[in-house]
């Protein structure tokens, strides 16, 4: 590729076999396609076309709407979520597909719809909507065909690398829960299937309450008026993730300058749990975050509490064990409330749990913490190829303004 100068009509990079053609041309979508819209599948058998609306793939039927490729976007609902179908298809009111091309070809339509902020153009007051006549005057700029599908192959190419990471990160996330079933013990069970070899010959595990081995201390409900850009960063149910780590962003995280006890401040290595979860799922209930030297010091909000251990036990080894099946069962299985669940102090600290000595805790710790840092630098790896698909993506398109003919 080579470096031009960003002139209106020009992108900052083009291909070099491309430097002498003409500046991409404006165009309106009226002018490139027609827009198709959905229909009605409930009549329809079940088969092998796929039916979707704008949420994605609802089922498969025996009869198709459209055979071909074609760039989608949602009418109603999801209208910020562009997707491309190819092949025989079906879609629902709620998703409008492009066919008739003209000049241009599917899959650039499809990256020029990636470009589109779309919720601009939302024209409902409740759910988001679009309309056919909206998206037609939609003005864009479009190079001749051989230059389109050369960014194409380009973007596609990034495309398949972030999928072929995206595979091998669930590939380890798979193992990873494979690998944690068999550590653990199971149901009815006083020993793992799998025990490193160092352990083969020590005695079962021995059960326990959680009492005898760690207090919980419930955080303190410091007050929305106090809430500020600045200050104290604080712990809120909004910074748990699944896997155990801690989640703080700019978008999801809270500052307090409300005075505050010193034992409230929690810091790297510190176990936190959360006993109450906004989810209908439950999937956040009950589980742990332990905190990072990449973490700070946070303070401990209301409906989090802090694990003090007392007893003989490897913070890293609680936490694998409040990730587990059987401590999410109980969790959920006791949790009280509709809309929002809850569980308890005293829930959390009645349970029961199997316990090798400490040895064998920090092995299993260290084993699964060894995956978990393989998981996350595979997670990194893919945001760097969107970040850096999203600035090629830049370079490759002229600045667009979105306009409406």
Request: hydrophobic share 35%.
């Amino acid at each position: 590729m080579s470096n031009l100068e960003n002139k209106v009509g020009l992108p900052e990079l083009r291909f070099p076999e491309f430097i002498n053609y003409p500046k991409w041309e404006e165009k309106s979508f009226s002018k490139l396609f027609e827009i198709g819209g959905g229909k009605d599948h409930k009549h329809l058998a079940d088969g092998d076309v796929p039916v979707y609306g704008s949420g994605g793939y609802m089922r498969s039927v025996n009869d198709y709407l459209y055979d071909g490729k074609s760039a989608c976007i949602g009418r109603k609902g999801t209208i910020n979520n562009p997707m491309f179908l190819t092949g025989k298809f079906w879609t629902v009111d709620t998703l409008f597909y492009t066919h008739s091309f003209k000049n241009c070809i599917p899959e650039f339509v499809y990256l020029l719809f990636q470009n589109i902020d779309w919720l601009k153009l939302n024209e409902a007051g409740g759910v988001p909507s679009l309309s056919k006549v909206i998206i037609n005057k939609i003005e864009v700029l479009i190079p001749k065909e051989k230059e389109q599908q050369k960014i194409v192959d380009c973007i596609s190419s990034m495309d398949d690398l972030i999928t072929t990471n995206t595979k091998k990160l669930e590939l380890l996330k798979f193992h990873k829960k494979g690998l944690m079933q068999k550590l653990f013990p199971a149901e009815g069970e006083n020993k793992p299937d799998f025990r490193f070899p160092e352990f083969s010959m020590e005695a079962n595990w021995k059960k326990e309450k959680l009492h005898n081995l760690v207090d919980l201390l419930s955080g303190h409900a410091f007050k929305s008026e106090y809430f500020s850009t600045t200050g104290k960063k604080m712990v809120t149910p909004k910074n748990f993730t699944k896997n155990g780590f801690a989640s703080f962003s700019e978008d999801n995280t809270k500052y307090t300058s409300e005075d505050f006890n010193e034992r409230y401040i929690c810091r790297e290595g510190d176990l936190l749990l959360l006993l109450t979860d906004l989810t209908p799922s439950c999937e956040l209930l009950g589980r742990p975050m332990l905190l990072t030297p990449s973490d700070g010091e946070v303070l401990l909000n209301q409906r989090i509490a802090k694990v003090i251990l007392k007893g003989n036990i490897n913070s890293n080894f609680l936490k694998y064990f409040f990730l587990s099946n059987s401590f999410r069962k109980r969790i959920i299985n006791t949790a009280t409330g509709s809309t929002v669940r809850h569980t308890s102090n005293k829930i959390v600290l009645s349970t029961e749990l199997l316990l090798p000595n400490l040895s064998e805790q920090n092995k299993i710790a260290a084993c699964l913490l060894s995956i978990d840092e393989l998981i996350r630098s595979q997670a990194d790896k893919i945001e760097t190829l969107k970040e850096y698909k999203k600035g090629l993506m830049q370079q490759l398109f002229p600045e667009m303004k979105e306009s409406i003919a």
